[in-house]
C-alpha cells in the first residue's frame, strides 16, 4: 500500500514523536508556549502542502479557511453558547463546504491566477467581516473571552502536538500511496495525468476537500487557545507568509518539510524577538529564508535528508573498511 | 479503395454498410478554427481495428490539432468522433483514455520529479480514489512494462532530467502503454532523434505490432521510418485531407511531392 522507504520515514516520525512527548519535562512554560504556536503553524503548513504542494495549485487563500473554520465556532460559542464539541467539527464541516463552493470554479484556474483568485477571498474575507453585521462578527475588534479547550500551556501543547502529530503522520502515509502519486503528478503536468485516464478534477476536489478540513480543524482549535479572534489577526498577509515561507523553506509536497519550516520559523523569529523587538524581525526571517533558499531550493527537509544520508554513508564505510 | 470520396462528410448510413468492417476509431467532419484560423476544415478518416495508419503533412497543416480533437484536448467547432461505431462526443479526456483511446505528446510531458517506474505507476492507476488509496503498486507488472521498450532493470530507477530525447520519447510510450490503450495515437514519435535512435523507436514499434493487436494511428514527418509502420497514410494540408492511399501511392502522388517540396520525401 505504502511506497519504498515508509519504514525507515516512520522511524524519524517515531523520534520526532518521543521528542516532542519530552519537551515539557525541562522546557519553560514560556518556550512551551512557543512550541504550541509552532504546532499550529505546522497545521496551518500542512493543510496547505496537502493542497499546494501536492497539486502545484498555490492557494494564497489558506487564511481565508482557517477564518472560516475560527469564526464559526466563534460565532457559535460567543452567541449561542453552544459546546465546543459541537461547534469545532461543525466549523469543520462548514469549512469543507463553504471553501469549497468558493474554490471550486477557481480550480478550473491554473498558475499565478489561482493564487491571486485564492488572495483575493481573503481580502474579501476580511472587508466582509467588519462591515456585514458587525454586531454580529465584532466588526474589526473581533471577539474575545471565547471559551478554551484544555488551560494551561503544557495540556495546549499536547493537545495541539497530538493533533498536529496526527494529521501530519496521516497526510504523509496518504501522500506515499498511490493516490498521493497522483496528486503529486498533477503538479508536474496536469495535461499527462489526464492523458493517463485520470479525473483530475476529482483529485483536485479531493486535495481540497482535504485541505479546507485540516485547515477549519486547525483554525478553530487555534482561536480557541488565543481566546479570541479578529480579523486583522487572521487575514493578514503576513500570516499568510508565514504560512507559505514555513512550506517552502521546509520543501513544499513533503509534508514533513512544512512541519520543519513551521517550526524553524517559529524559533527563529522568538530567537530574534529580544535582539529586534519590532516588526523588523520579518526582514531578517525574509533574509534567512532567502539564503536557505538559494543554498537548497528543496528546503530543510532535503538539506537534511542529505545530512542523513552522508552520516549512513560514512558509517558504512567505516564499517566496511 | 475510396473510403473518402464515398463518404465525406455527415452519411453516417455508409459508415456501417455491410461489406466494410466496424472502424475501430473514425472522425466525421471535424473542424476546428482558431480565430481566423481553420486549423482542421471537415476533416473524415477512420482506422480499422488491428490497422495502422500514417498521419503525414507539411508543418502547421493541422495534425496535432486532430489528435487533440480526437482525444478532447481541445473541442471541435463541428463533427464527430466514434470509437468501435459509437459516438464518444461527449467523453472527456481521461474517458476516452479508460474506453481505450490513448495519445503520446509531440513534445513529451514528463513528471519531473517521478522515476520512470512512477511513470508507469500514473498510467496504471485506477480512476477510483478508494483504489488508489487501498491498493499499493504492482512492482511486478510495472518493471515488465518499463522493459517492455527497453527501460527495464536499473533504468526505471531514472528520472527525467538523466534521459535523452530518445528516451524521454520511449517514456512518453511507456507512460500511454500503461494505460492499457486499444487504439494509440503518437504524434511525431521520431522528431529530435538521432538516426539510431530512430532506428531503436521503429524497431520497438514494429515488434510490438508483431506481437499485439493495438491499432495504431502514427503522425511524422520521417517519412521513411514511417514507412515500415503503417498499412495506409492520410496526407493532411492546410488542415484538409488531401488524399490517402498506400504508403507507395500517396509519395508518388504529384500534389504531394509538392506539398513537400524541400521538406522531406524527394531527398531520398
Ligand atoms: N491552440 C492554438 N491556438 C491557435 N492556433 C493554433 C493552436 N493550435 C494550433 N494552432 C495553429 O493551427 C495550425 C495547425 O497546427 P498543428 O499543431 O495542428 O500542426 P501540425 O500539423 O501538428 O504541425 P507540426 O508539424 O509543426 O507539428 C498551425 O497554424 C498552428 O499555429
Ligand atoms: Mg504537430
Known amino acids: 500500500m505504502f511506497a519504498k522507504g515508509t519504514n525507515k520515514g516512520f522511524l524519524g516520525w517515531m523520534i520526532f514523536g518521543i521528542a516532542m512527548l519530552a519537551l515539557p519535562l525541562f522546557a519553560s512554560s514560556a518556550t512551551v508556549r512557543i512550541f504550541v504556536f509552532a504546532n499550529y503553524i505546522a497545521i496551518f503548513a500542512i493543510s496547505w502542502d496537502v493542497l499546494s504542494g501536492r497539486t502545484g495549485y498555490i492557494s494564497f487563500g489558506h487564511p481565508f479557511l482557517i477564518g472560516i473554520g475560527g469564526y464559526t465556532t466563534a460565532l457559535l460559542t460567543h452567541h449561542l453558547d453552544m459546546p465546543l464539541y459541537i461547534t469545532i467539527p461543525a466549523a469543520v464541516l462548514v469549512t469543507m463546504i463553504a471553501g469549497t463552493l468558493f474554490f471550486l470554479p477557481a480550480l478550473r484556474i491554473r498558475g499565478t491566477y489561482f493564487a491571486l483568485v485564492t488572495l483575493a477571498f481573503m481580502e474579501l474575507m476580511y472587508g466582509l467581516v467588519q462591515v456585514v453585521a458587525p454586531d454580529i462578527t465584532g466588526g474589526t475588534r473581533g471577539l474575545t473571552g471565547l471559551p478554551s479547550i484544555v488551560t494551561g500551556a503544557v495540556s495546549n501543547y499536547y493537545l495541539s502536538f497530538g493533533v498536529m502529530f496526527t494529521l501530519g503522520l496521516a497526510m504523509w502515509l496518504l501522500i506515499r500511496t498511490r493516490l498521493g502519486t497522483a496528486l503529486g503528478s498533477i503538479g508536474m503536468n496536469e495535461e499527462a495525468v489526464r492523458a493517463c485516464g485520470l479525473n483530475t478534477t476529482k483529485l483536485k476536489l479531493f486535495a481540497f476537500t482535504l485541505s479546507a478540513m485540516i485547515a477549519g480543524l486547525g483554525g478553530a482549535m487555534y482561536i480557541h487557545y488565543l481566546g479570541s479572534i479578529a480579523p486583522r489577526g487572521l487575514f493578514d498577509v503576513s500570516f499568510l507568509f508565514t504560512i507559505l515561507v514555513a512550506c517552502l523553506l521546509g520543501g513544499a509536497g513533503t509534508i514533513t518539510g512544512p512541519i520543519m519550516g513551521a517550526f524553524f520559523l517559529t524559533l527563529l523569529l522568538e530567537f530574534l524577538r529580544p535582539y529586534i523587538p519590532g516588526s523588523e524581525r520579518y526582514l531578517i526571517y525574509g533574509v534567512a529564508t532567502l539564503v536557505l533558499y538559494v543554498l537548497q531550493p528543496r528546503g530543510i527537509h532535503r538539506l537534511i535528508q542529505i545530512t542523513v544520508n552522508w552520516f549512513v554513508e560514512g558509517f558504512m564505510r567505516r564499517k566496511s573498511t | ?268
Not at chain 2, 513534445?107 to 505507476?121: G, S
Not at chain 2, 522493459?147 to 530507477?157: D, I, T
Request: glycine fraction near 8%; include cysteine.
Open chain 2, 1 to 268: 479503395m475510396s473510403y473518402f470520396t464515398e463518404n465525406k462528410g455527415f452519411d453516417t448510413l455508409s459508415a456501417t454498410s455491410e461489406n466494410r468492417p466496424q472502424p475501430m476509431l473514425e472522425a466525421r467532419g471535424l473542424t476546428k478554427s482558431f480565430g481566423g484560423l481553420m486549423a482542421t476544415k471537415n476533416v473524415s478518416l477512420h482506422v480499422n481495428p488491428g490497422e495502422s495508419l500514417g498521419i503525414i503533412g507539411p508543418n502547421g497543416a493541422g495534425k496535432t490539432t486532430l489528435l487533440n480533437l480526437l482525444t478532447k484536448e481541445i473541442t471541435p467547432d463541428q463533427g464527430s468522433v466514434f470509437l468501435n461505431g459509437n459516438c464518444i462526443d461527449r467523453l472527456s479526456i481521461h474517458k476516452r483514455v479508460l474506453a481505450g483511446l490513448a495519445r503520446t505528446y509531440q513534445v513529451p510531458r514528463p513528471f519531473h520529479d517521478l522515476t520512470i517506474q512512477e511513470h508507469i505507476r500514473v498510467g496504471m492507476m485506477p480512476d477510483g480514489l478508494f483504489d488508489m488509496l487501498l491498493h499499493g503498486a504492482d512492482d511486478e507488472k510495472e518493471l515488465k512494462i518499463a522493459e517492455s521498450v527497453g527501460l527495464g532493470g536499473e533504468r526505471a530507477q531514472q528520472y527525467p532530467y538523466e534521459l535523452a530525447m530518445g528516451d524521454l520519447r520511449r517514456l512518453e510510450l511507456v507512460r500511454t502503454l500503461a494505460t492499457e490503450p486499444s487504439i494509440l495515437l503518437l504524434d511525431e514519435v521520431f522528431a529530435g532523434l538521432t538516426v539510431k535512435e530512430i532506428d531503436q523507436i521503429s524497431e520497438l514499434l514494429t515488434n510490438r505490432r508483431a506481437t499485439h493487436s493495438t491499432t495504431y494511428m502514427i503522425v511524422s514527418h520521417d517519412l521513411k521510418a514511417l514507412e515500415p509502420l503503417v498499412d495506409r497514410v492520410v496526407v493532411i494540408n492546410f488542415g484538409e485531407v488531401m488524399t490517402e492511399g498506400t504508403f507507395r501511392e500517396v509519395v508518388a502522388d504529384t500534389d504531394v511531392q509538392n506539398a513537400y517540396l524541400g521538406t522531406g520525401w524527394e531527398q531520398e
